[in-house]
């Protein structure tokens, strides 16, 4: 069974930090592609950022420099480090899988100005 289990999420102010973890279970992990992904009210849901097995990573262009994705395969564990948060990066966000396509149920990330 495929589990994907987001925490980290919460209320900040602009400018704050946040660390998003999500602990795979049922997959093998240091094969897959790991991303995170939101969706903001009304919105449809957006890549953030992914990392491939080899480590290479993509971002979306509103979160470079200020985002990064990273991942521990001893774990099953992928982190977003969330720096310069803005009240436009509210959102939930999902971790997903990419063997098999999987998301998480999602965690809450609210910025206020």
């Known amino acids: 069974q495929v589990q994907l289990v987001e925490s980290g999420g919460g209320a900040v102010q602009a400018g704050g930090s946040l660390r998003l973890s999500c602990v795979a279970s049922?997959?093998?992990?240091?094969?897959?592609?790991m991303g995170w992904y939101r969706q903001a009210p009304g919105k449809q849901r957006e890549m953030v950022a992914t990392?491939?097995?080899?480590?290479?990573?993509d971002y979306a262009d509103s979160v470079k420099g200020r985002f990064t994705i990273s991942r521990d395969n001893a774990k099953n564990t992928v982190y977003l480090q969330m720096n310069s948060l803005k009240p436009e990066d509210t959102a939930v966000y999902y971790c997903?899988?990419?063997?098999?396509?999987?998301w998480g149920q999602g965690t809450q990330v609210t910025v206020s100005s």
């Open positions: 049922g997959i093998i992990f240091r094969f897959n592609t």
């Open positions: 990392m491939n097995s080899f480590g290479g990573t």
């Open positions: 997903h899988s990419n063997r098999p396509d999987y």
